[in-house]
């Protein structure tokens, strides 16, 4: 059976923590690569390509901090069929790179929308406000956002990340949830 849990290390973050231990876990260590925090250099982006490899892209994925969430990039271009991205996050993380063309965490959504042509739609869940207004216009008709005020105002019982994380569901209820899969 395949592992549905993977541990990205990049600042050492992990090394302390507990939740994932009684799992069946991929653990990829990030830390000794240069090039990586906030952004992503080519010959970084090819390092981490080698080290997930041989992961498959389904399950969970713990990626350190926000400076490294553009490292989702290498997970979706494993996935090659039609989904709908689900992005639980304070940021839209659709932001030009303050420089250069290069990979960055505020800039991989916007990316992704550009190039991963299986993409059919984003939901961005927990995104303030500003952000959700600072999305450039152009993204708009593939992205859908639920603001962190909602959130806050789901029960327990309607909390989909309470739901997805206690049920441990690979596959959310197609009935609900038409055309999204967890990656």
Request: with cysteine; charged share 25%; aromatic share 12%.
């Amino acid at each position: 059976m395949d592992k549905l849990l993977t541990v990205m290390n990049f600042s050492h973050v992990y090394e302390n923590e507990k939740f994932y231990l009684s799992e069946e876990y991929n653990w990829v260590d990030c830390t000794n690569i240069i090039g990586t925090n906030g952004y992503c250099d080519e010959s970084a982006l090819a390092v981490l390509k080698e080290k997930v490899q041989a992961i498959k892209a389904e399950g969970i994925h713990f990626i350190d901090s926000g400076n490294y969430h553009y490292i989702s990039h290498l997970w979706l271009e494993k996935i090659v069929e039609d989904f709908i991205l689900v992005v639980f996050d304070h940021h839209s993380d659709m932001m030009r790179p303050a420089f250069g063309d290069i990979l960055s965490c505020g800039s991989w959504l916007m990316e992704e929308i550009k190039s991963n042509t299986f993409i059919k739609k984003v939901l961005i869940i927990g995104l303030s406000k500003e952000q959700k207004e600072a999305i450039p216009k152009e993204y708009l008709d593939k992205v859908i956002c639920i603001c962190e005020e909602e959130v806050a105002k789901w029960s327990e019982q309607d909390n989909l990340l309470i739901y997805l994380v206690t049920q441990r569901h690979n596959h959310l209820d197609v009935e609900v949830f038409h055309q999204i899969r967890m990656y």
